[in-house]
């Protein structure tokens, strides 16, 4: 019986130097910088070409399809086994304690935007295929590592693979956690409304909090003119006291610039940040401010403030196999060029649409002559736990970890798994570990990702040799 975590282990030097490689490219989505040769910006381009070119090195067939999505393939079989990744990260943010994007190894973690979310670990499940490509493993199927450049938008890149290649009989995406993510729920966004209006004491210049809808905002930052400016900052440093935040009061030309500081965290799973847009807005919400100001203020600080469930509007719900509904203020943003522009990002399972979301929220915003407009939706995604393909990852997942326990899982996340249908997320993050997915010092334990690594060993082997 192959040992595979030895083999994972051998690869370590290896895998380490190409990870890091492709971890100090900044591939973020970038459509300012987009020309008609990379539609999504010259970086997550920049990446895929790296990719590409070691993948050919390697020995594997490769094809890049339009500079958005790409794929190394080997083996030959009536079956597609696909294993899909993603190459583009999140912007960096504040708040790192090293560079992003010069990854570095402390404590055996290693840092760097990325290592989590997606490069460790799709790095991890392609030095598990190219170590069996090199053993002369007698694959029975066709097997593709297809990899996107903007999963952290809009798909762009994997919805044009999909458009022009054949759909993959079975897959998973290591873009998620141990052990298996046989579920995903759905998401929609809502975009809220309105045009720039304000009263005549109380003036709320800019406000501008967040980076990506599916991002809890680590920062917000306002500029506000109010009469008395010392019992504003006085008050506001009470609020910051009282409050797991911290922040600034300056007085500029413009006005009393205010800065919060929460805590980022991937959208899914809200309750784990602190989201310094709603703290920011709660403190404002005590002033008169006025018109669609006062509409902007008063629907973060009393309707999103500490809400991710809905329950401030009537909506919370729950699906007993999918879990709960959960409800992200990702972009929080008000000034006189663009009025009002909040994003609120859903993660809905089976039970409930997007449409009945859209209408709790305007009951809401129709009070406060707000506008809502849905925004594109995904519905969830659930693959039967006795799926050979869910069976065969768990099998492997309990053979290199011993955990006996583990059960297939449900998750607000979306990946890439969710484009087949017989598709699954499988790793890397191990349940022991800190999820810091979208976060500033994100991070993976070395030893995680080669365990993982050998995961991916058994689970590819098997599922090609069956």
């Known amino acids: 019986m192959t040992d595979w975590l030895k083999a994972a282990q051998s690869q370590e030097k290896d895998y380490l130097n190409d990870l890091t ?69 999140m912007p960096a943010g504040k708040g790192w304690d090293t560079d992003p994007f010069d990854p570095v190894i402390k404590d055996g973690n290693l840092y760097g935007r990325g290592a989590s979310d997606d490069k460790g670990p799709g790095m991890a499940a392609y030095y598990a295929l190219k170590y069996l490509k090199d053993q002369g493993v007698a694959f029975n199927k066709r097997v593709r ?12 890149g994997m919805h044009r693979y999909f458009e022009v290649e054949p759909a993959p009989t079975m897959g998973f995406s290591p873009d998620a956690e141990f052990p298996v993510i046989n579920g995903e729920k759905g998401q929609v966004s809502l975009k809220i409304g309105a045009t720039a209006t304000n009263g005549d004491q109380y003036v709320l210049k800019s406000f501008h909090s967040g980076l990506r809808f599916n991002m809890v905002p680590r920062e917000a ?26 922040g600034t009061a300056e007085e500029t030309e413009a006005g009393l610039k205010l800065t919060v500081i929460g805590k980022a965290a991937h959208g899914m799973e809200p309750e784990q940040g602190i989201n310094a847009g709603t703290y920011l807005a709660k403190f404002l919400d ?41 409800m992200n203020a990702g972009i929080l943003n008000f000034d006189q060029e663009n009025g009002a522009d909040i994003d609120m990002n859903f993660r809905f399972p089976k ?50 970890t011993g955990d006996t326990e583990a059960k297939p899982e449900v998750v607000g996340g979306g990946t890439y798994g969710r484009l087949m249908e017989r598709g699954v997320a499988f790793g890397a993050l191990m349940p022991q570990t800190p999820n810091t997915m979208h976060q500033a010092n994100e991070y993976q334990p070395v030893a ?19």
């Open 21 to 89: 490689a492709l971890m100090k490219i900044p591939s973020v989505r970038d459509d300012s910088a987009a020309t008609d040769e990379y539609p999504l910006g010259p970086r997550p381009a920049q990446a895929l070409a790296a990719f590409l070119e070691m993948a050919e090195q390697d020995g594997f067939r490769t094809k890049n399809i339009d500079n958005v999505v790409g794929y190394a393939e080997w083996g030959e079989g009536d079956e597609t086994l696909a294993i899909l990744a993603h190459l583009d990260v």
């Open 145 to 156: 590592f297809i990899v996107g450049t903007d999963e952290e938008s809009n798909w762009t």
């Open 221 to 246: 930052v306002a500029v506000v003119t109010v009469p008395d400016r010392q019992a504003v900052t006085t008050a506001f440093a009470q609020f910051v006291d009282d409050n797991p935040i911290s």
């Open 286 to 326: 005590q002033y008169e401010f006025a018109a669609s100001a006062k509409s902007f203020i008063h629907f973060l600080g009393k309707y999103l403030h500490l809400d991710t469930r809905m329950d401030g509007f009537d909506g919370a719900f729950t699906d007993p196999v999918m879990g709960e509904l959960t």
């Open 351 to 400: 039970g409930i649409t997007p449409d009945e979301l859209e209408a709790n929220v305007k009951q809401v915003t129709d009070q406060l002559g707000m506008t809502v407009a849905q925004g594109a939706s995904q519905k969830p995604h659930y693959v039967d736990p006795e799926d050979p393909i869910v069976k065969t990852l768990m099998q492997a997942y309990i053979d290199q």
């Open 448 to 466: 995680d990702l080669i365990k993982s690594m050998a995961i991916y060993m058994e689970a590819i082997n098997n599922l090609v040799t069956d």
